[in-house]
């Protein structure tokens, strides 16, 4: 059964930076390392939104607009996913979640995706 634990969200000034953690277990190491894994976000409201996903040879893709602000790697030794985001604004604050898949090839889409942290809130004023 695989879990993912999401930590490093907290309230964090407008143009200030964050780190976002996800730990997998249930995973071999192997299997970790050849799953695409994602980045999404909800604010309240609003639909669930990718922010950035990751292959499994760290081919990397992003929502066009957070590209510059954004970044995604993994740490496929320690089953860890990360996000850092830089000059943060209000509009990035909600839940951040972090998903993987079940095969290496990656989606932009929430659907596609059968296993989830339980979220981790940013707010940024």
């Known amino acids: 059964h695989v879990q993912l634990v999401e930590s490093g969200g907290g309230s964090v000034q407008a143009g200030g930076s964050l780190r976002l953690s996800c730990v997998a277990s249930g995973y071999v190491a192997a299997t970790f390392s050849g799953r695409c894994l994602g980045w999404f976000r909800q604010a309240p409201g609003k639909e669930r939104e990718v922010v950035a996903v990751?292959?499994?040879?760290?081919?990397?893709r992003y929502i066009l607009s957070l590209k510059d602000r954004f970044n995604i790697s993994r740490d496929n030794a320690k089953s860890t996913l990360f996000l850092d985001g830089h000059n943060l604004r209000p509009e990035d604050g909600g839940t951040y979640y972090c998903?993987?898949?079940?095969?290496?090839?990656?989606?932009?889409?929430?659907?596609?995706?059968?296993?989830w942290g339980q979220g981790t809130q940013v707010t940024v004023s």
């Open positions: 998903a993987a898949r079940a095969e290496a090839d990656c989606s932009m889409t929430p659907v596609f995706y059968p296993s």
């Open positions: 990751i292959g499994p040879k760290s081919g990397l």
